[in-house]
């Protein structure tokens, strides 16, 4: 059993929790992500890790209801355990891995939309604590649905806030601030990691292609299995077939099929639309879920 050590609702139907895993805690790194399940007969719901304490032995999540499983999750409170919590899952960020001379020599420029604010977080603090200022620029729909304002602005170089709404800060979206940013102050990056809604990462990816920023992307909006069974987030990156919870999550932006990806996720949706997936996709589905016949 995993024991809930804290829970906090962040905004509208957006959760953190702090959750005793110290093996995982121990190992885990930036872009990771977990498998929770609350018990033997619950969903398994793959969770980015927001952020972690190797000294306590602690995984920090954030997650948005969007189903019975995840309204269910909300429901419980500090002293509360979950039934399994698995992890690290998925790949490091690429960052991670480089030569940290070299990597203090780039200009790094993180987006985040609205509850991809959370796997944003981890990987800003990470280049916080060895020395690299990266800029970021979070967005969400309305003020009250920002979320880790205060812990993001302590980690980044610079931070930008937008609302597309306008009630905080500047009004518009994202990729408005991006323009500003390159065009208007000058700004010049070497990379660019956007995180969050698929349509958000695809104007974002298309804009610093014309931009010529390098752009990596998380795809953990579209995991359901998180182990590469179900092929729900089967995605064609390039001219190849990649399954994000196995393969990424991140991924080279400019790269990724989104418009397919996102069609193929409203598809999946249905038994009738995993049906046709099926049949189109043959070996490379991966219905392991059961859910295809």
């Known amino acids: 059993m995993y024991k809930i050590l804290k829970a906090e609702k962040l905004a509208d139907k957006i959760f953190l929790m702090d959750v005793e895993a110290k093996r995982i805690a121990k190992s885990c790194q930036p872009g990771q992500f977990i498998i929770a ?70 200009k790094m420029l993180f987006v985040a939309g609205g509850v991809g604010t959370a796997p944003v977080y981890p990987q800003v603090k990470w280049l916080h604590q060895h020395g690299i200022a990266a800029d970021v620029i979070m967005g969400s729909k309305t003020k009250d649905l920002l979320i880790l304002e205060k812990e993001m602005k302590e980690v980044a170089g610079n931070l930008y806030v937008t609302t597309d709404d306008g009630s905080y800060e500047r009004k518009g979206m994202v990729t408005e601030v991006m323009k500003d940013l390159v065009n ?44 590469g069974m179900c092929g729900a987030c089967r995605v064609t990156v390039g001219n190849e077939v990649k399954f994000a919870c196995v393969d990424g999550p991140e991924f080279d932006g400019h790269l990724v099929n989104f418009d397919e990806a996102m069609k193929r996720q409203q598809m999946y949706k249905t038994a009738e639309g995993r049906a046709v997936l099926k049949l189109r996709e043959g070996d490379t589905h991966h219905g392991g879920c059961g859910q295809c016949e």
């Open 184 to 227: 208007n102050q000058g700004k010049k990056y070497d990379v660019c990691v956007a995180i969050g809604p698929m349509i958000m990462m695809k104007f974002v990816s298309l804009l610093t292609k014309e931009l010529q920023i390098p752009t990596v992307v998380s795809l953990n909006p579209i995991m359901v299995d998180g182990t």
């Open 37 to 106: 399940k609350m018990d033997d007969k619950g969903e398994r719901i793959p969770l980015t890790i927001c952020d972690y304490n190797r000294e306590a032995g602690t995984i920090t999540i954030v997650f948005q209801i969007v189903g019975a499983s995840t309204e269910k999750m909300a429901a419980l409170q500090e002293g509360d355990s979950f039934r399994d919590f698995t992890g690290p899952l998925g790949q490091a960020s690429e960052f991670v891995h480089e030569d940290l001379e070299i990597l203090k020599k780039k």
